[in-house]
């Protein structure tokens, strides 16, 4: 075992590189491992189904892919139906070795805009062999028993690699780092591991993930959760502000961002739909210093949600209370190497 996945595992430190930049135009030659935002919407995207005449920003569902460029390996959190759109553009950052160069999918739930896109691995399209596919039991066994999913697997068109719930120690010490018990260990010293939260479960169990080179650099990607207090009464000694500390100094936290307030659906009763509001959670965390607070990326807007434009005065709010919108095609080098 490596040691930085033992540190992972003993509860050491998660991070200890300089901070993750932003990477300009063109590729820093020195860039080893580096974070892509393929998509940034909620399920649908935007323009939404019968809203021809919506002239916002285009949205694509929320994906982010992982470049090991020191491996020669690509991964994808979650699968949008906006796939092929995405693995094109990833295509232009970090044209694949060979086929899809698609070395994992990592699931976090089945909702539209998380999974369909592995249909396109099927024979109506990529006709993929084995494309390894990491999800939850539930999740797995959806997969396997409901078509066409079945038919991915049954013709060796996906892998799945099913994975179990990590138990997490949420510590009471603040210089105590979270403690995953059975991380996936995916290439070179990359480890991710699963959260799970609460959301609406009709067919799978929802997840984040987090993945992590320990001796470098942690990543936190949560697009959807129900609420931050239902998640503390199910996890005793759990607070978000924890959460944020516990990715590092130089951690990143991409979270739930689909409504803005509860002003948001004329018409609508928005307690029926249980997502954290963008000014709820930068409410909870505005306490933490700037330097917390700089690690969250809201992420998985709602077309609705006027964060959407990045001109917008709630945009602008957000980053002048010390956070980010996470926006397709941002590209964040994790390890510069050296």
Known sequence: MRRGLAALLAGGALCSAPAATFAADGEPEACKVQLVVLGAGQDAGAPQIGNADDTGPRLLPSSLALIDRANGKRYLFDASPAITEQLAMLDRIEPPADGLGVDGVFLTHAHIGHYLGIAYFGREAAGASGVPVYAMPRMAQFLRTNGPWSQLVELGNIAIKEVAHSSYRYPPLANEAWRPSEPQLIG????????????????????????????????????????????????????????????????LVFIDATFWDDNELPGRDMREIPHPRVTET??????????????????????????????????REVTERGYNVARRGDRICLDKGG
């Open 188 to 251: 070179g010293n990359i480890a991710v591991s699963a959260i799970p939260v609460p959301h609406r479960d009709e067919y799978s169990e929802t997840v984040g993930w987090v993945f992590a080179d320990p001796e470098r650099w942690s990543i936190l990607y949560l697009p959807d959760i129900d609420s931050w207090d239902e998640m503390e009464a199910r996890n005793p000694g759990f607070s978000l502000e924890t959460w944020v500390r516990k990715v590092g100094p130089d951690g």
């Open 282 to 315: 930068m409410d909870r965390l505005q306490e933490l210093p700037p330097s917390e607070r700089a690690k969250v990326h809201f992420i998985h807007y709602n077309h609705t949600n006027p964060i959407r434009d990045p001109d917008s005065a709630q945009s």
